[in-house]
C-alpha cells in the first residue's frame, strides 16, 4: 500500500526551497558538485503546511476520482519531518503517512494509518510518500545529458540510478534555483518514461518558494495537485500548531 504513494514525497524536499547564493554561478561546477548543492540546498530550519485537492482521471473511465490532500513539513539542520494526509472526499475516509528522510541519505522511515487498511487512496492518484524526501537523489550519478528548458527554466539533465533497483531518473534541474521541474522515472532497461511529475507553478515568500500546483501522469493516467492555501516561514519565528495534525481549513484564510 505504501508502495503506490512512494513517489510523492520527493516532489516537496526540493520545491520547498531556500534559494543558494550559489545560483548566479551554477555553470562552473561539474555534475558531482552540482547535484551536491541541490541535495544540501535546505539544510537552514523552515517549515510549510500545503492544503489544496487532489484529482485523477484515467483512461476509459468517464469519472474523475478526487480527495483533499494536506502535507506539512519542517526541515531541521540533519532531515525532513513530514506528515501527508489525505481525505476522501465521498467516503470522508483518512489516509495519513509520518515520514522522515534524513540529509545524508540513510533510509526512509513511514509510519501509516488508514481508515481502511484494504485500499490506499493515494495509491489510485498514483502517488508514493517517498517523493517528498527526494530520495532519488542520493541514488548513483551516471550522467549529464546537457541542458534543457522546462516551462521556462534553464534545467541541467541528471541521470541516477537506483544501485539496488536499477530503476532510472532523468531529473531537470534549475540551473538558477537548484531543484527539478521535472522528473522522469524509467524501469530497467526501458527508454520509455512510466511516470512523469512537472511543477506547473509556484508560490514564493522571500527566499522561500513551495508549489502550487504539480501534474503527474503515465501510461493511461493523468494527476492534478492543487495547493490553494500555502504557509511557509522560517522555525526561529515559530511553527503552526496544526502543522502534523490531519485537520483541514475550512475556508483559506
Same mark, same amino acid.
Given at each position: 500500500?505504501?508502495?503506490?504513494?512512494? #513517489?510523492?514525497?520527493a +516532489?516537496? #524536499?526540493?520545491?520547498?526551497?531556500?534559494?543558494?547564493?550559489?545560483?548566479?554561478?551554477d555553470k562552473?561546477?561539474?555534475? *558531482?558538485?552540482? +547535484?551536491?548543492?541541490?541535495?544540501?540546498?535546505h539544510?537552514?530550519?523552515?517549515?510549510?503546511?500545503?492544503?489544496?485537492?487532489?484529482?485523477?482521471?484515467?483512461?476509459?473511465?468517464?469519472?474523475?476520482?478526487?480527495?483533499?490532500?494536506?502535507?506539512?513539513?519542517?526541515?531541521?539542520?540533519?532531515?525532513?519531518?513530514?506528515?501527508?494526509?489525505?481525505?476522501?472526499?465521498?467516503?470522508?475516509l483518512?489516509?495519513s503517512?509520518?515520514?522522515?528522510?534524513?540529509?545524508?541519505?540513510?533510509p526512509?522511515?513511514?509510519?501509516?494509518?488508514?481508515?481502511?487498511p484494504?485500499t490506499?487512496?493515494?495509491?489510485?492518484?498514483?502517488?508514493?510518500?517517498?517523493?517528498?524526501?527526494?530520495?532519488?537523489?542520493?541514488? !548513483?550519478?551516471?550522467?549529464?545529458?546537457?541542458?534543457?528548458?522546462?516551462?521556462?527554466?534553464?534545467?541541467?539533465?541528471?541521470?541516477?540510478?537506483?544501485?539496488?533497483?536499477?530503476?532510472?531518473? *532523468?531529473a531537470?534541474?534549475?540551473?538558477?534555483?537548484?531543484y527539478?521541474?521535472?522528473?522522469?522515472?524509467?524501469?530497467p532497461?526501458?527508454?520509455?518514461a512510466?511516470?512523469?511529475?512537472?511543477?506547473?507553478?509556484?508560490?514564493?515568500?522571500?527566499?522561500?518558494g513551495?508549489?502550487?500546483?504539480?501534474?503527474?501522469?503515465g501510461?493511461?493516467?493523468?494527476?492534478?495537485? !492543487?495547493?490553494? #492555501?500555502?504557509?511557509?516561514?522560517?522555525t526561529?519565528?515559530?511553527?503552526?500548531?496544526?502543522?502534523f495534525?490531519?485537520?483541514?481549513?475550512?475556508t483559506?484564510?
Amino acid at each position: 500500500m505504501q508502495k503506490n504513494f512512494f #513517489y510523492f514525497i520527493a +516532489l516537496f #524536499y526540493i520545491f520547498f526551497n531556500i534559494i543558494p547564493s550559489a545560483a548566479a554561478n551554477d555553470k562552473k561546477y561539474n555534475s *558531482k558538485q552540482f +547535484l551536491n548543492i541541490t541535495r544540501n540546498a535546505h539544510i537552514e530550519k523552515t517549515w510549510t503546511i500545503l492544503t489544496g485537492t487532489v484529482t485523477n482521471k484515467r483512461t476509459g473511465k468517464s469519472s474523475v476520482f478526487k480527495s483533499d490532500i494536506k502535507v506539512g513539513m519542517r526541515f531541521t539542520s540533519s532531515r525532513i519531518l513530514a506528515k501527508i494526509t489525505i481525505k476522501d472526499k465521498k467516503e470522508g475516509l483518512l489516509e495519513s503517512y509520518m515520514v522522515g528522510q534524513p540529509y545524508n541519505g540513510m533510509p526512509t522511515s513511514i509510519l501509516s494509518y488508514e481508515d481502511n487498511p484494504d485500499t490506499s487512496l493515494l495509491g489510485e492518484f498514483g502517488l508514493r510518500p517517498e517523493d517528498l524526501t527526494m530520495t532519488f537523489l542520493y541514488w !548513483d550519478l551516471k550522467k549529464e545529458y546537457g541542458n534543457e528548458s522546462v516551462k521556462g527554466f534553464d534545467c541541467r539533465v541528471l541521470g541516477l540510478k537506483n544501485p539496488k533497483t536499477k530503476e532510472v531518473v *532523468k531529473a531537470f534541474i534549475s540551473s538558477k534555483y537548484f531543484y527539478p521541474i521535472k522528473v522522469e522515472w524509467f524501469k530497467p532497461n526501458q527508454k520509455t518514461a512510466y511516470r512523469n511529475v512537472v511543477i506547473s507553478s509556484f508560490k514564493t515568500e522571500g527566499n522561500l518558494g513551495a508549489p502550487s500546483e504539480l501534474n503527474l501522469y503515465g501510461p493511461g493516467w493523468r494527476t492534478k495537485v !492543487d495547493f490553494n #492555501y500555502i504557509r511557509l516561514g522560517y522555525t526561529k519565528d515559530g511553527i503552526p500548531k496544526d502543522i502534523f495534525t490531519a485537520t483541514f481549513p475550512s475556508t483559506p484564510e
